[in-house]
C-alpha cells in the first residue's frame, strides 16, 4: 500500500520541521512548503490526501490558498486543516464558514494534530467509499437504461424491416402500413434518445446558454406561448385518454424567453403528466398566474404521483422513479433537461406531489424589467 501523502504548508521552520519528524514516524509520505503559492507548485506533482495549512503566512495566507485548492475539482475532495496561532472567534468561524474540515489553534499537542489528522483521513476514506458504491451503482443504471432504450426502438425497426422483406410480393396495404408505423415508432424513439443525448452536451459545453443569448428577448404574448405549447400535446393525450385542462389568463406580464428552450421545458413537464396519468382520472391541468412579481406556471396531474423520499433526487440525470414497477420510455434526462433549460431563464422549477394522488410541477419566471 502506498504510504498517505500530507502537504504541511507552516513558515515557522521549526514548527514545520517538528510536524514533519512525528508525521514521518506515523509512516506519512509528508511534503512541505512555507508559504500558500509555494504549496500550490508542489501541488503541481503531489496530489495529497489531507492538507496542513497555517494562515499568517507571507506572499499567499492560508485562507487565499484554500481558496485556491478549492477552485479546482479535482482537489475538492482533498480534507483541509487550518493550524494557526488566531484563536479569536471571528477567525474560527471563517475558517468554518470557508468549508475547511477542522480548525487547531497554536500552541497545540502534536498528538492532537495527530488525531485530527487520522480522523480526517478515515472519514475522506468512508466518503470516498460511500461515493465509489453509488458510482457504480449509478453506472450500471446508465448502462441498463441505455441498453434497454437502443435495443428496444432497434429491435422493432430490426424486426418489422426484416417481416416486410421476406413477404413483399403476398404483403397487404394495410400490414405493410402497420409494418411502416411499427419502424416509425421505433425511430421516433431512438431520435428523441439522440437529441436528449445531444442537448445535455449542448448544455455542459455552453452552447445552449449562447443559443439562449442570441435568441432570448421579451414576450409580451406569454398566454399565446402557453397555448401553442399545449395544443402540441393535444393529439399525444387524446390518445391515451388524457383530458388538458387551461386556464390562462390573457394579460400576463412580459417575460424574457428563448422561446424554443422554453417550449422544450414546459412540453417535457406536460408530457411527464401525460404520461404518469394512469389513474382512473386522467387530468392534466396547466395554469399561470402573476405570484409576488413572478410568473408560476403550474402543471398538475392525477397520476400516480412520487414517493416524498424520491422527490430529491427527481431532477437527478439518469434517474427514473420506480423504473423497475413500470415500463418507462426515456433514460431518465427529461426532467433534469427541464430544469436546467428553466435555469437559462433565471427560472426555477419546484414539485409538491403525493404518491398514488399526482402532483404538481410550478415554473417559476422572473417578469421582464420595463
Known amino acids: 500500500m502506498r504510504k498517505q501523502i500530507i502537504l504541511v504548508v507552516e513558515d515557522h521552520e521549526p ?15 509528508v511534503r512541505t512548503a512555507t508559504d500558500g503559492l509555494k504549496a500550490l507548485e508542489v501541488m503541481k506533482d503531489v496530489h495529497p490526501d489531507l492538507i496542513v495549512a497555517d494562515i499568517m503566512m507571507p506572499r499567499m495566507d492560508g485562507y487565499a490558498f484554500y481558496d485556491q485548492v478549492r477552485a479546482r475539482p479535482e482537489w475538492v475532495p ?15 468561524m471563517k475558517g468554518k464558514v470557508l468549508g475547511a474540515e477542522d480548525y487547531i489553534t497554536k500552541p497545540f499537542d502534536l498528538q492532537d494534530l495527530l488525531v485530527a489528522i487520522r480522523a480526517r483521513l478515515g472519514r475522506a476514506a468512508a466518503i470516498r467509499a460511500a461515493t465509489s458504491v453509488e458510482f457504480d451503482k449509478l453506472k450500471q443504471q446508465i448502462v441498463t437504461i441505455l441498453s434497454h432504450e437502443l435495443r428496444t426502438p432497434l429491435t422493432y425497426i430490426q424486426g418489422y424491416t426484416s417481416l416486410a422483406l421476406d413477404d413483399v410480393p403476398s404483403l397487404a396495404p394495410t400490414a405493410l402500413e ?10 421516433d424513439r431512438l431520435t428523441r434518445l439522440v ?41 399525444m393525450a387524446k390518445s391515451q385518454g388524457v383530458t388538458l385542462e387551461t386556464d390562462i389568463p390573457s394579460n400576463l406580464p412580459p417575460v424574457r424567453l428563448c422561446e424554443p428552450l ?7 413537464l406536460i408530457e411527464n403528466g401525460i404520461k404518469f396519468s394512469r389513474r382512473e382520472e386522467k387530468l392534466v391541468a396547466i395554469d399561470a398566474k402573476d405570484a409576488d412579481g413572478r410568473i408560476a406556471i403550474s402543471i398538475r396531474d392525477k397520476g400516480v404521483g412520487i414517493p416524498a423520499d424520491a422527490i430529491p433526487h427527481l431532477f437527478e440525470r439518469f434517474r427514473q422513479i420506480g423504473r423497475e414497477d413500470m415500463e418507462q420510455q426515456g433514460v431518465g434526462l427529461g426532467l433534469a433537461i427541464a430544469r436546467d433549460l428553466v435555469r437559462l431563464h433565471e427560472g426555477e422549477i419546484t414539485v409538491e406531489s403525493v404518491h398514488d394522488e399526482g402532483s404538481t410541477f410550478v415554473i417559476s419566471l422572473p417578469m421582464a424589467e420595463a
Open 178 to 187: 402497420d409494418f411502416l408505423k411499427a419502424i416509425k415508432r421505433g425511430a
Open 262 to 268: 422554453f417550449v422544450d421545458a414546459l412540453g417535457r
Open 78 to 92: 482533498i480534507p483541509f486543516i487550518f493550524l494557526t496561532a488566531k484563536a479569536r472567534k471571528q477567525d474560527i
Open 15 to 29: 514548527l514545520l520541521s517538528a510536524i514533519q519528524a512525528i508525521l514521518e514516524s506515523e509512516e506519512y509520505d
Open 195 to 235: 437529441e436528449d443525448l445531444l442537448l445535455v452536451v449542448r448544455l455542459d459545453t455552453g452552447q445552449a446558454v449562447d443559443e439562449f443569448k442570441m435568441l432570448v428577448h421579451v414576450h409580451q404574448d406569454l398566454t399565446q406561448v402557453l397555448e401553442r405549447t399545449v395544443r402540441q400535446y393535444q393529439d
